[in-house]
């Protein structure tokens, strides 16, 4: 379990796979919109789940049940899939609600009821890693976020989801699995102006945590 103030080592690698090749017999619109599930895949991969499953597999596998009525993903449905399905332990909360006073005594047990929390390692993370924290502290203790932004950021017209590397210096190390957007380092203003508010953020605690 990740002790108080201890942050969580930094994956070895986060190699970036893009969601236009992660499987060769969607459709380009369905490739646009996996963008979440392959954040989920490289950083569950660089923390020591998913061995032997591939991007392909991987994606077979998701459920309907992980998706909104809308089609979109549900980030809390999707999260109890990855625990049930590969023992994931994923941390999520409502994006810039994590703080002390917005969490009011039936949200704390809605976190659980709706799988944005599950056992006591993922709450005790929530609660002493999390809660009180504006985003980029929490990636520069060395958590990389998975993150919603808005549309507009970079070559997307609809929400997408990426992953909040590295913050240091003004500025945001992104893995963007969308292949149209260039790797590259983002200025932080650019990245809190593009963070949806209505969006969740999630955290995966490394294997064996």
């Known amino acids: 379990m990740t002790q108080d103030n201890q ?16 499987h060769p017999n969607l459709s380009e619109h369905d490739r646009l919109r996996i963008c979440l599930p392959t954040c989920f895949y490289i950083l569950a991969k660089a923390y020591g789940y998913l061995e032997g499953v591939s991007p392909e597999e991987f994606i077979d596998n998701l459920d309907q049940a992980t998706r909104l009525e809308a089609g979109e993903w549900s980030r809390p449905k999707f999260s109890r899939f990855l625990r ?11 994006t810039g609600k994590n703080r002390t006073d917005l969490i009011p005594e039936r949200d704390k047990r809605r976190m659980h009821e709706f799988g944005y929390l599950d056992d006591e390692a993922e709450t005790d993370f929530f609660w002493q890693q999390v809660v009180d924290r504006d985003v980029a502290q929490i990636v520069q203790a060395g958590h990389p976020v998975i993150a919603t932004v808005l549309p507009g950021f970079g070559q997307n017209r609809a929400l997408h989801s990426i992953i909040l590397a590295r913050w240091a210096d003004g500025q945001v ?14 200025p932080e203003d650019y990245i809190r102006s593009k963070l949806n508010p209505n969006g969740a953020c999630s955290i995966i605690l490394p294997k064996n945590s």
């Open 84 to 94: 049930q399905r590969y023992g994931i332990k994923i941390v999520s909360w409502w």
């Open 173 to 186: 190390d992104v893995i963007d699995p969308d292949d149209r957007n260039p790797e590259k380092p983002y």
């Open 7 to 22: 942050p969580t080592q930094l994956p070895n690698a986060m190699t970036r796979l893009v969601q236009q090749s992660m």
